[in-house]
């Protein structure tokens, strides 16, 4: 199984690194992906390396996608090439993370709207306006789709996230058992 990370510049660091790590512990090859390849800066100056523009991804080759904060997602927000990776994780079923300002990316795509989700208290707002139903809670599990508010909610998260990924593993491999 193979994870993607959508960021770039200004991205809030334990909202990147702690799932990157986390998806990783449990057998995860994980891809970083930003606007250009190379590195990006988080917004306490941390570096990463983005190993993969976003036009470069091939969503078929990744089997979940998180989405971190901070002012990085605001952008990613206003990029047709980052939406069009969400919206195709969004409409092939496929489980989707988001945190903070992490799901603003989710509602640009136009495919939030009726579905229950969290986000940064700052973006309830915007997410209430594209009529995504906003609950004020640690984290919201809403079928594919898990998001939280803050770092302080990565354990929930984190959590949540792994459920995705263990159901996704399973009827990965129910497919193979298939005659």
Sequence with gaps: MRGLILTDDDFEEAELLVPYYRLQEVGLEVDIAAPRRGRVRGEHGYPVEAGKALADVAPLQHDVLVIPGGPAAEALSDDKTALKIAAWFIEGHR???AICHGPLVLVA???MEQREATGHPSIAFAMRSARVRYVDQEVVNDGEI??????????AFLRELMKLVERRRSAAGRALSRP
Excluded: C, Q
């Excluded at 898990?146 to 354990?155: C, I, W």
């Design 95 to 97: 489980p989707v993370a």
């Design 109 to 111: 795509t136009g495919l």
């Design 146 to 155: 898990v998001t939280s508010r803050r770092p302080a909610d990565l354990p």
